[in-house]
């Protein structure tokens, strides 16, 4: 498996914080979020890992050479619309890389290695969004209605009270998965305002032709870095993993 990391974006709502650092690169526990990012890819075996970057592109480059796993090759991707677009451009751009079996991670996902571990036991569709539920969603929530285990609709804009879960920003595509993402997210990009469109408006279309699965990772260590109330959970997670006296590998075990 391969695996493309999404890390144009400034992240302007964790601003000062972000004034001269992507969020990507935010400190959690001594090391960047990029950097727990790589360590439980490479706790799943990945070794190839494309990063989209943007914002402060030269400083992500320095921290992927001092942080990638012995074994990794990281290669980056300049995306020079991260200011004016959203991150379906980013996608865009690394479709030359989107083949095989491929995991798409948004830069502001920090997640345990047992988070991707599960999410490819469960993986069965040729796409598949890696969900988790809690009691209630907001409106900034990337919201999940299910049919079964398949993905019925997906989006910011759904109704709570029609929400069965929330997709964590982690996308695992099988088999054909990756070619008909790559041909749906080109779709949504000729449309009128497609730029500024979420690349999960891709997997909206997708939905629809019954080919999008979910996979819960509940009750596993993730957040969402976005806001600043989520520095705190981020850096309590964060310490958690790096207090563990177990090896990341020894934990996907159990």
């Known amino acids: 498996m391969k695996a493309i990391i999404l890390a144009a974006g400034q992240g302007r709502r964790l601003l000062p914080w972000t004034r001269d650092l992507?969020?990507?690169?935010?400190p959690f526990a001594g090391r960047s979020l990029l950097s727990w990012q790589l360590a439980a890819l490479a706790a799943n075996a990945v070794r190839d890992v494309v990063v989209v970057t943007g914002f402060a592109a030269h400083a992500i480059e320095g921290e992927i050479a001092r942080a990638t796993p012995a074994g990794m090759t990281v290669t980056t991707l300049f995306n020079p619309f991260h200011g004016v677009a959203e991150?379906?451009?980013?996608c865009w751009m690394a479709r030359d890389?989107?083949?095989?079996d491929l995991a798409v991670i948004n830069g502001d996902t920090l997640f345990e290695p047992r988070v991707l571990t599960r999410a490819r036991k469960g993986a069965k569709y040729p796409v598949n969004v890696t969900t988790d539920i809690k009691a209630a969603y907001d409106v900034d929530d990337m919201k999940v209605q299910l049919a079964g285990d398949r993905v019925a609709h997906i989006g910011k804009v759904l109704p709570p009270e029609q929400s069965d879960a929330e997709s964590i920003g982690l996308l695992l595509l099988r088999g054909p998965g990756a070619s008909l993402f790559t041909d749906a997210v080109?779709?949504?990009?000729?449309?009128?305002?497609?730029?500024?469109?979420?690349?999960?408006?891709a997997v909206e279309e997708l939905a629809a032709r019954q080919v999008v699965g979910a996979?819960?990772?509940a009750g596993l260590g993730w957040t969402e870095v976005d806001y600043p109330a989520d520095l705190a959970r981020a850096e309590a997670l964060a310490r958690s993993w790096a207090g563990s006296d177990t090896p990341c590998e020894d934990?996907?075990?159990?």
Do not use: F
């Open 22 to 26: 992507p969020k990507c690169l935010l």
């Open 87 to 90: 991150n379906i451009v980013s």
């Open 97 to 100: 890389h989107l083949g095989g």
């Open 186 to 201: 080109e779709a949504v990009m000729r449309q009128p305002g497609g730029v500024s469109r979420w690349y999960l408006s």
């Open 215 to 217: 996979t819960s990772i």
């Open 251 to 254: 934990r996907l075990a159990q």
